[in-house]
């Protein structure tokens, strides 16, 4: 390629980026528009889930490369959280320190224009959202490799919250040290989830060595960054925050290891067009209780993609269900089964109908 053709494209890139740029502006614009419509009030709701989400599907599908739908939407992602920033700017609790996938689950929803806030455990996380001290909050709920995260289920058993969106992040896993190769490993901290996350790789190349389990894989980075002979299970991000060397990348055993995270508030989002409910239930104790308590969502055509039981804390062998289908609560079909429901369980609470996953 010659120079006057490289200066050619290089002058049609500039001519583009000033054209994006203006109409980014025009769009900030549009949002502080919004924010005089609704008049500051408390009780505006600035964020809007299911008008994200449907965005960021729109962007999706008019997608004709080369940037990858992913890639598109994440840079989409970006300008909206700028954009909002300038209506409400707003403050995200996640299960912290800083570093972890939690925070990483949070800024992939929210962009970065928001404030995360660090908390230590996933019951801080709720009451700093019940308080108002947050406006919402980010918990991890299930691992495609290791389950569920019971914590966060049994909070939903006394919280007022309501469940107003969900992320899924892929996983990767990283041995983060000090020292220059492996060898000089005597101790991996890291999550106990991690450590489950990573069994295979770490008997294959770090037989022998103990093993740690500490409240996060952030926190195992911070002490490899102040102990010697340590590495810890952590993500990139992490590196960088406590300035460690990646010493085995992507040491997850399963390539698809993908964790789903809840976003919790105060509302409930009305459809988007692609959404999911979640349930706590309670059944009598009689038999068949289970058939009963599921037979409405058959029968109205409600699929069910996810159940988990737990202990309800009320009684020896009395058992709750957090079930998700596929819906909103305001689809006639799913507002027909969850009447059903109501009239055969001995409890039933809708934790919240929110947007599915976009990517």
């Known amino acids: 390629m010659t120079n006057d053709a490289l200066k050619t494209i290089r002058a049609r890139i ?23 419509l609704k008049n500051g009030g408390e009780e505006a709701d600035f964020y809007r889930p299911e008008r994200e989400a449907q965005v960021l599907r729109n962007v999706i599908a008019r997608n004709a490369g080369p940037l990858s739908g992913e890639e598109m939407a994440r840079l989409f992602r970006e300008i909206m959280s700028a954009c909002l920033a300038l209506e409400q700017p ?50 991890p709920v299930e691992n495609s490799t290791e ?57 294959g190349h770090l037989a022998g060595i103990e093993h740690v389990a500490v409240s996060s894989n952030a926190e195992a980075a911070r ?22 060397k990646i010493l085995a990348a992507n040491i997850e055993d399963e390539p698809d290891n993908t964790t ?4 919790i508030g105060r509302q409930s989002p009305p459809p988007s067009g692609n959404d999911k409910t979640s349930l706590l239930l309670s059944m009598r104790n009689r038999p068949g209780a289970l058939h009963r308590l599921l037979e409405p969502l058959a029968r109205h055509g409600i699929s069910m993609t996810r159940i988990e039981s737990r202990p309800s804390r009320r009684g020896m062998w009395d058992y709750v269900f957090f079930i998700d289908i596929e819906g909103h609560s305001q689809d006639l079909a799913v507002a027909k089964a969850l009447q059903a429901l109501a009239d055969e369980a001995a409890m039933l609470k809708v934790l919240g109908s929110y947007p599915g996953a976009v990517l």
Not at 15 to 32: F, H, M, N, P, V
Not at 155 to 183: Q, T, W, Y
């Open 14 to 36: 500039d001519g583009l980026d000033e054209k994006i740029q203006t109409l980014i502006s025009e769009r900030a614009a549009c949002a502080q528009e919004v924010a005089h």
């Open 90 to 139: 707003m403050r995200i609790a996640f299960l912290g320190p800083e570093g972890t996938f939690t925070q990483a689950a949070a800024l992939k929803h929210f962009g970065h224009s928001v404030a995360t806030v660090p908390l230590g455990a996933i019951d801080e996380v709720f009451r700093e959202v019940e308080s108002g001290a947050a406006h919402y909050g980010v918990v």
């Open 147 to 203: 389950g569920v995260v019971n914590h966060t289920l049994d909070m939903f058993l006394a919280s007022p919250l309501r469940i107003c969106g969900e992320v899924e992040l892929r996983i990767h896993h990283n041995l983060l040290g000090k020292l220059d190769d492996i060898a000089g490993i005597a101790r991996v901290y890291a999550h106990q989830q991690a450590l489950a996350q990573c069994r295979e790789w770490l008997e």
């Open 223 to 244: 002490r490899a960054a102040q102990e010697t002979g340590t590495a810890a299970i952590a993500s990139a991000a992490a590196a960088a925050i406590y300035d460690l």
């Open 260 to 263: 789903r995270f809840l976003v």
